[in-house]
């Protein structure tokens, strides 16, 4: 460790690095999310579906993310179990104006709350009832009810509306979520 790794380490403002697994639902908005978080001259004007997974770096308050955009297409789902070991938060992003497919997004939420390799574990979980700009888009009280979010008693969850596209309620998420796994570093 050099001399500056050892004094930002006493002084308390090492830069942390964590991991973060991004999903939910194909066209909830994830890679439009994570294109919010680059810096401008990285951003993307167009966003394509995401086939497998994609991964994206951004920063807030000296926490370094490493995003993984896991495709949220049927067939590509069963990849999202094979990044939870290595996870240190869980970004789950739901179209909250895609009331038909609510079942099915709260089906893949139950299969990842009770996969081994998160069960155990208090990593925090972000949810983003993403497109409240859609008239037919229910608010995040009516999502997190959709979801039973309230039977999760054993992780920090946080759930906020957000636009993607216009970036509305993305940074009160982040920040929660830097906020939880800053504590969790500190715990451990």
Known sequence: MGFF?????????????????????DNSGKSTILNHFKPDD??????VPTVGFNVERFKNHNVGFTAFDMSGQGRYRNLWEHYYKDCQGIVFVVDSSDKLRMVVAKDELDMLLQHPDIRSRKIPILFFANKMDQ????????????????RIMDK?????????????GLHEGVEWLTGQIKENVERS
């Open 156 to 168: 920090p969850w946080h759930i906020c509306a957000s636009n993607a596209v216009t970036g509305e």
């Open 135 to 150: 008239r037919e888009s229910m608010s995040s009280v009516k999502v997190s009810q959709t979801l039973g979010l309230e």
């Open 42 to 47: 990285q951003k993307h004007s167009d966003i």
């Open 5 to 25: 790794d050892k004094l930002a380490n006493i002084l308390g403002i090492k830069k942390r690095e964590c991991n973060v697994l991004v999903v939910g639902l």
